[in-house]
């Protein structure tokens, strides 16, 4: 099979990601704040819960709004990333796994080289959407979903599904 001819784009929207985890901090605020209120615990007990999931929540939510843009480009071989104007020692390479699709969005795993259940290298996350890479989306699709060499390569006997 043949794979998808080179490309490069660069993710700097992330507001439906943002969007959701805004959404999900919200939730379990709630949830803790109605849990402590119908629980009959000792308000110093929930008091500590509540507070920890606001700091918890506002961390991750600070880290979110503070994602830089992300280079993700594939040569036809491999797949690169990195955050533009960063040193190359910052960089990425490997493959990239299609976590979740909902068609105009999609959330992906950057696996670096040389991972595996051993050795557990650092994966990355990376939320794309189709708003701010429209010219560029069904290009993106086709590469993500096509076929590495590597995995064509590699043939029936060390196929996962062998």
Do not use: N
Not at 25 to 38: F, K
Not at 59 to 81: I, M, N, S, T
Not at 96 to 117: E, K, N
């Amino acid at each position: 099979m043949r794979t998808a001819p080179a490309l490069q784009v660069t993710v700097a929207r992330y507001g439906l990601w943002r969007g959701a985890l805004l959404g999900l901090a919200v939730a379990a605020t709630a949830a803790v704040a109605l849990w402590w209120a119908t629980a009959g615990v000792p308000a110093a007990a929930g008091a500590s819960v509540l507070l920890g999931t606001l700091l918890l929540s506002g961390w991750l939510l600070r880290a979110e709004w503070r994602r830089p843009p992300c280079v993700l480009r594939w040569d036809g071989q491999c797949w690169h990333w990195g955050t533009p104007g960063a040193p190359a020692a910052r960089h990425g390479s490997g493959r990239v796994v299609v976590t979740l699709d909902l068609g105009s969005w999609m959330l992906l795993r950057l696996v670096p080289d040389g991972a595996d259940r051993r050795r557990r290298a650092r994966a990355a996350w990376l939320p794309v959407q189709a708003r701010g890479l429209e010219p560029h989306w069904h290009a993106l699709r086709c590469a993500v979903y096509s076929p590495t060499p590597a995995a064509t390569s590699a043939g029936p006997a060390t196929s996962p599904h062998a």
